[in-house]
């Protein structure tokens, strides 16, 4: 039983057979890749509060430290991603922010706020008025605040990180795997195009990495919702020094993934945490969102790879380099989705994956419409 599951009403049941299965993978079992993607970013830490500790984590400050992004601070962040020819505003966020971060919530108050997700609602409004696409990673999320912020969102994420119980989420508020599998779930049933992924190194072994594959594997088919899941591996950092995988466990962990997932799941690894070349023949599909503008903030000691950078590993590769929406095109409407892109069944509770918000600003007749319809129709990545 996967821990917290039961808490969170959550019904996803791995069974040892499939994994000792996908204990057998390799890379050389799996298929590379015909083509490589990735999306132009900018990446809008709206707040660095978190009700949680992790003990890998740089992005977290805690309370009295924690920032909160003014709307005005957004606005000026994400229209420079516009007019760096980006299509998305990637949120990120620690975890909702809980009593300690007193400031915090005095801060919202102030701004006419009740949550962080009433404010991130704004702040995904001012993305879209600024040209880009929101694609907002809240944490765990419980349905209603999904629901505040799905019908402005492209697409949303959270890290599964690991099914299991390990010390790195451990002390007084620690994260449970059963609660983001609830997270993951809530998406497929609000149908929200989502993205997840596994966290590498964290004290987790091989039979809970294909669990965890596993997991996100059946929570998709059950929705259809899982766009992408990344394959990160733990770097060290000044909170973290308890060691990084390496190069043969990464292979392997992401070639399980390509073996585990269906094949419209992509999967994904950062570039500036590992040297893609050295995993790219293991399945791997897609890079991940790409920033000519802003730090990976949760991983600020480890750069962005230059553009250039990315077609060497496309030309290592021997593949195609091609830019996409954060939103996945198979969850687009037809008017909007080139005829060869196999459409993603509907989805159960939903009249369509891409809200009408969404779609609309594709559609718009802008300068922001002109740039994500040239990215659908395999504009170049310069
Ligand atoms: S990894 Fe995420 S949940 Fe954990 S402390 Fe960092 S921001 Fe919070």
């Given amino acids: 039983m996967i821990p917290g599951a039961a808490d969170y009403d959550v019904e996803v ?79 990120t966020f620690g975890d909702d922010p809980d009593d300690r971060y007193t400031r915090i ?21 001012i993305a879209l008025e600024e040209g880009l696409l929101p694609h907002a990673n809240p944490g765990d999320q419980t349905r209603e605040q999904m629901a505040t912020v799905a019908d402005v969102n492209a697409s949303m994420g959270v890290m599964l990180e690991t099914t299991a119980d390990v010390q790195a989420h451990g002390g007084p508020r620690a994260k449970s795997p059963g609660q983001r599998l609830h997270t993951i779930e809530t998406a497929g049933e609000l149908g929200v195009p989502f993205t997840t992924g596994i966290l590498v190194g964290i004290g987790e072994g091989w039979r809970d990495r294909a669990e965890s594959l596993l997991a996100v594997r059946e929570l998709h088919e059950r929705h259809g919702h899982v766009q992408e899941v990344i394959v990160q591996p733990v770097r060290e950092n000044e909170r973290w020094q308890s060691g990084t995988p390496d190069v043969a466990t990464l292979r392997r962990a992401v070639a399980m993934a390509r ?33 000519p503008v802003t730090d990976d903030h949760i991983n600020p000691d480890y ?63 802008n300068e922001a419409g002109e740039r994500y319809r040239t990215v659908l129709a395999g504009g170049a990545a310069d």
């Fill in 259 to 291: 073996a585990a997932l269906p094949e419209e799941v992509s999967v994904q690894v950062p570039p500036n945490l590992t040297d893609a070349r050295e995993v790219v023949d293991c399945g791997v599909d897609d890079l991940g969102g790409v920033s």
């Fill in 105 to 125: 919530h005095e801060q919202l108050d102030e701004w006419g706020h009740d949550s962080i997700h009433e404010y991130l609602r704004e702040a995904c409004e």
């Fill in 13 to 91: 049941t791995v069974s040892d057979a499939a994994i000792d299965r996908l204990l057998e993978v390799d890379p050389a079992d799996v298929d590379p890749t015909g083509e490589l993607t990735f999306a132009r970013n900018v990446f809008v830490p709206l707040t660095t509060a978190c009700r949680y500790t992790c003990t890998y984590c740089t992005y977290y400050d805690p309370p009295g430290q924690a920032s909160l992004m003014s709307p005005e601070a957004v606005r000026e962040l994400v229209a420079m991603g516009a007019d760096a020819g980006c299509t998305e505003a990637l949120f």
């Fill in 303 to 365: 750069a962005w790879p230059a553009m250039q950078e990315l077609e060497d590993v496309a030309d290592y590769a021997g593949v195609p380099l091609r830019e996409r929406l954060p939103v996945y095109e198979r969850y687009l409407p037809p008017d909007l989705r080139r005829t060869d892109v196999e459409p993603a069944p509907p989805p159960a509770e939903a009249d369509r994956w891409v809200p009408d918000r969404i779609a609309a600003a594709i559609d718009a007749g």
